[in-house]
């Protein structure tokens, strides 16, 4: 029911969006993540979008990375900038259909996930 995409091979210091398509079923109200799963690394969270807009960033994320979602294609975008090479890892993203009280860093709460997307950062 998620679609990721966009990741690939990219310098330190460059850019990528990721795209996750969802079914209208699955976004229309639920709220969105990425999570991030790095080399011999647990599962971690990186930015969240709840349905009516609301984000939160984990501290790494913060002012280098953009969530968004744009409701009539269904899709929530990871724009990410000024690339490391620690940022290197599979991405996923989450949708949270079933949440209560906004947007949560939970892996375990969120109910659905895309395949990932392999991000390659190199020095």
């Known amino acids: 029911q998620l679609q990721a995409s966009g990741g690939g091979l990219v310098q330190a210091g460059g850019s990528l969006r990721l795209s996750c398509a969802a079914s209208?079923?699955?976004?229309?109200?639920?709220?969105m993540a990425w999570f991030r799963q790095g080399p011999g690394k647990e599962r971690e969270f990186v930015a969240a979008?709840?349905?009516?807009?609301?984000?939160d960033y984990v501290d790494f994320a913060r002012g280098r990375f953009i969530i968004s979602r744009d409701n009539a294609k269904n899709t929530v975008y990871l724009q990410m900038n000024s690339l490391k090479p620690e940022d290197t890892a599979v991405y996923f993203c989450?949708?949270?259909?079933?949440?209560?009280?906004?947007?949560?860093?939970?892996?375990?709460?969120?109910?659905?996930w895309g395949q990932g997307t392999l991000v390659t950062v190199s020095s």
């Open positions: 979008i709840s349905w009516r807009g609301s984000i």
């Open positions: 989450a949708a949270d259909v079933n949440w209560r009280f906004g947007v949560t860093r939970d892996r375990r709460d969120y109910d659905y």
């Open positions: 209208e079923r699955t976004f229309s109200s639920s709220n």
